[in-house]
Each structure stands twice: as structure tokens, then as C-alpha cells.
């Protein structure tokens, strides 16, 4: 794991050169039955859903199986016109397709690993059980290249998660594996006309900007293949670090603090760059509700011109009583906000309200015509509004823990970092970087022990980051309540998140009832510092742990 170079370029697809130009998602009015977003599915069968949710598979009706095969292999993206890049893809996709179902319904999906690498898929926020958590080498084998895997699982909470392998992630992920998993519930007070997802990426690509023929600006991996990985020039400066005329915005940098990414310079929103994306269209007036995931590394401040919103569900969990607001909407690696806003009249921008070189392009047109208005564009310039604060956003209400309630286990997690080292790598004149090292109380992953916990425990978690990086936290499993975010105590309404920002300097304290048996995953989900150690596992007592390290597989889970 320590021997990695880091900033995992997405390596070249050999082979395969198939060109993918991926479909726009439609708008869509809520559906009669789920629909997947736009996107094709290879093989689905669907019922209306029933009022009630049944609590295991085996209760769940065939007529409400969702069946669907996710088909993993090397392509390539059209990430905008000119700009063809090789990635890896589910069903020749990215994102992958979106699996939209309803609460309750039982989810079987079938993973078919085409490519060169073993692979896994973990459906990220979704409290169900340990053996369908995807996670190579903790609760399975990763499934090798040819061999296929199933999962099945009941939809049981409805929001909006996501899917990715927790095989190799930091290089998999990267590479273009992920997907939208929604889960609508039956009932909605007021259903929204438009219900659409936008998936947040960033790609170590310097887009627009790259000097020479349009195409693939991506270095290409080593003969080798896919193991081999070349640091592009923006980091070969020894510092990594980002250049003078793309530095994060004042607001966003205690996000931004991490010195490796200045690679991470194209972004994406649903596989492609502005003016590439496709525009959320709605008539004036009417109720829209967008789903922001972001599967990249980078937190994005998101702003949405012409009309305030309301942060309507953050990870999955609704948030109570959520009021209209105009600020910018921070969102962390591998977090989910939804919002929903009625649509204002002409045509104005949803973006990444932010200085860094792909900002610009991480954006999509909301209302009535595909082309900013020129109000739009004014607003664009003039705009500078605060970082919502989750701590104090939305209304007081009763929540499972308090910041001076009884917890029966206590950890106290110090996150830190080293510096990277560097080293030539003479054969492609590229220079690459040893991996920088992220630990967990002083231990990088495996060297630690597990957080070990018993049924019906109450759990605090404090994460004190004395490390200069952001480090956005993910529990397996489990949804954490947070209780003081970043130093600050959550006063708002109730703050849920499965993926909780710890920012440099503060410490972020989270607590959880330790309802859901099995061996867990807790670790920053900016991978690259996950593949540089900075993991560890929740065990429960009695659990066994279902895969190990290492084997015939590989298994290897960041
Ligand atoms: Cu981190």
C-alpha cells in the first residue's frame, strides 16, 4: 500500500476504443414507476411499489425486484467536444447508469467485472448488511477479471446515495467507476416536477487548457499498463502544489488544504465540462429537486443564480425544516445534498462558485433555455456569498444524541500527514511522488486496531485533524449523527452525514447507536489519503470479518 505513487492519474484504458459519448439526462417528472435517470439499463423489471416496506429480502415480492447488471470495462468519455479521454466504465458509462428505485424495494445487482483489475462495488451510504458492503478484503473477495458477483439488497431508506469498487479505490474510482443509487420513498409531501441528479467530478486532466492536439491530454500510462502511473506536469514541480492562478477561493481553502491536488484541474458534472453539460430545464415556477453527489476529492462550493434553495436532505437524511437560502453550498467528497428551489424565470447557472481552474466548467444552466441570460452573466460576476453553515442551517428538533449525552464508548481519532517524498522515475522522464502517509491515531491501516464496539452501544467519535489536509470521514454502515462540526456545535436542525468534513486545525465530534453488526470501514474518503493509510475498521464484537487482505484476489480496499 506505501509503495504507490500518488495522484493517480486515471490511467489508460488499453484496448477497447470504443467511443462512448454519454447520453444527456432528461428531465424528468416524477414517475409513475422508478425510471434510471436517463440512462439505459441492461436488464430491469419494476412494479408500482407497495405502501409498505417489508424488512427483509426474503419478505419482498419478485414483482418488486429490481434486477440490474453493472458491467465494468475500460472505454472513453466525451468529456467535451474535442476532449475524448480514456476511462473505465459501468455499462460503457460515466457516471454509470442511475439505479432509481423505491423504498422497499429488494435491489439485485450483478456486477460483471470486464476489466484488466479485480473489482468490487460498495453502495455507499446504504445501512444495509455487512456482507453486501462491497468492501475488498474486509466483507469479500474482490471479483477477479472474467467473474461476476451479485448483490442483494433491500432499498430500505429513502435518499440518495452512490456507488463505487472498494477495490484499489483511490485509482478505480478515479478512473470513472462510480454511479447514482436513488431511493424514492412512497410518499413525498410535495413531489418535485423536475428530479434530477448531478454527479460532481474532478479529473486530473488539464482540460481546455492543455497545451497541444485536442484529445487526450491524459498521460498515458506506461506499457505496463494500468499500475503504472505518471504524475502530470502540474505536480511534477516537486510541491504539487497549485498554481498562483488557480488558487481556491479564500471561503474554500480550509477545504482545498491539501497540497497534492493541483492536478485535479478539469471538472465534471455528469461526465462533462460546461458548456457541455446538460441544462435542468423547467417551466418558471415549477418545483425542482437536484440530487449533488460528488465522487471526486475536491469540496465544491456550489451556487445557484436567480432564486433561493432550500438544502432539502444532506447524505440521505432529511433535513428538518430547512429554510430558503441563498448561500453557497459546500459539498465534501463523497457527501450527497439535495435541494429543491422553484425556477426562475430565464435562463441562470448552477456552479462551482470558485477560483480554481475547473470551477468554470463544473456547471449546468437552470430554467428555460440552454444559453446564460445576460442577468445570469452579470450575476456571475458580482456575486460573493458566504459557505452555508450545516451547523446552524435548518430547525432544532428531538435527535437520537446531544453533545452531553451518555455515550458507553468514547474514541478520540487524531488524523495526521506526512510530507510526501519524491523520486525520479527515469524511464518516462515523468516524475512521481512516493506516497504521502495519512494515519489514524499515529497507525496507517491494518497497523491499528479496530474500534471495537458491542450491539446497542452509543458511539462518539471525535476526529481532531492535526494534519494540514481536509480529510472528509466515511462510516460504513452506519448513519452518524454530527454533533460539532469543525469546533463548531450543531445548533441547527439534526445533521446527518455518513461522510462528515473534518477540517485542518478543528476537531469534528459524530455519535451513532451501534445498531448494525459486522466489520466496518471508517476512513477518509479524499482516497488518495485512504490509500496512504488513513483507515481503520468499527468491529463489532462477535463479528466475524468476512474477507482478509491480500489473497488470490488482491484484495486490497483502497
Ligand atoms: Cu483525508
Known sequence: MNQKVVRGVVAVALGGTVVYTIASAVAMARPASPAMG????????????????????????????????????????????????????FNGTVPGPEIRVYQGDRVRVTLVNHLPWATTIHWHGL??????????????????????YTYDFVARDPGTYWYHPHQKSDEEVDKGLYGALVVLP????????????????????TGARAPGAPGMPMPTATATGMGAMAMPSATATGTGAMDAASRPSVALRPYLA????????????????????APVQAPPGAL???????????????????????????????????????????IAAAQRMDIEFRTPRGAWSLHDHDTLAGASEMRVIVGQGARPSAAD??????????????????????????????????????????????????TSGMTSMSMDTYTINGKLFMQGAPLVV????????????????????????????????????????????????AL???????????????????????????????????????????????GAAGNNPE
Open 127 to 148: 445501512l444495509d448488511r455487512n456482507s453486501n458492503d462491497g468492501v475488498a478484503g474486509v466483507t469479500q473477495d474482490a471479483v477477479l477479471p472474467g467473474h461476476s
Open 288 to 330: 425542482v429537486r437536484l440530487r449533488l453527489i460528488n465522487v471526486g476529492y475536491l469540496t465544491h462550493a456550489l451556487h445557484l443564480h436567480g432564486t433561493a434553495y432550500r438544502l432539502v436532505a444532506t447524505d440521505g437524511s432529511d433535513v428538518n425544516r430547512p429554510w430558503e437560502t441563498t448561500d453557497l453550498l459546500p
Open 258 to 277: 491539501d497540497p497534492g491536488m493541483g492536478a485535479y484541474q478539469t471538472f465534471t458534472i455528469n461526465g462533462h465540462a460546461y458548456p457541455d453539460t
Open 38 to 89: 436517463g440512462m439505459p439499463m441492461p436488464a430491469s423489471s419494476s412494479a408500482s411499489p407497495a405502501p409498505a416496506a417489508p424488512t427483509s429480502a426474503t419478505d419482498i415480492p419478485a414483482s418488486r425486484t429490481r434486477t440490474v447488471t453493472l458491467v465494468a470495462a475500460p472505454g472513453h468519455l466525451t468529456i467535451r467536444r474535442g476532449q475524448t479521454v480514456p476511462v473505465w466504465t
Open 186 to 205: 412512497h410518499r413525498a409531501a410535495v413531489s418535485p416536477t423536475v428530479d434530477r441528479t448531478l454527479v460532481l467530478d474532478d479529473w486530473p486532466l
Open 454 to 501: 458491542r450491539r446497542g452501544q452509543r458511539v462518539e467519535i471525535s476526529f481532531v485533524n492535526k494534519s494540514v489536509a481536509a480529510h472528509p470521514m466515511h462510516l460504513h454502515g452506519h448513519r452518524m449523527q454530527v454533533l460539532s462540526l469543525n469546533g463548531e456545535p450543531v445548533t441547527g436542525a439534526p445533521l446527518y452525514q455518513d461522510t462528515v468534513m
Open 377 to 426: 452573466e452579470r450575476a456571475m460576476r458580482a456575486a460573493a456569498p458566504p459557505l452555508l453553515d450545516l451547523a446552524r442551517y435548518g430547525v432544532v428538533a428531538p435527535a437520537p444524541f446531544t453533545a452531553r449525552g451518555r455515550f458507553d464508548r468514547v474514541f478520540r481519532l487524531v488524523l495526521k500527514g506526512a510530507k510526501p517524498a519524491m523520486s525520479m522515475s527515469g
Open 504 to 550: 485542518p486545525g478543528k476537531t469534528t465530534t459524530v455519535a451513532f447507536t451501534a445498531d448494525n453488526p459486522g466489520v466496518w470501514m471508517l476512513h477518509c474518503h479524499e482516497l488518495h489519503h485512504a490509500a496512504a493509510g488513513m483507515d481503520t475498521l468499527l468491529q463489532y464484537q462477535g463479528s466475524p470479518r468476512l474477507a482478509q487482505l491480500g
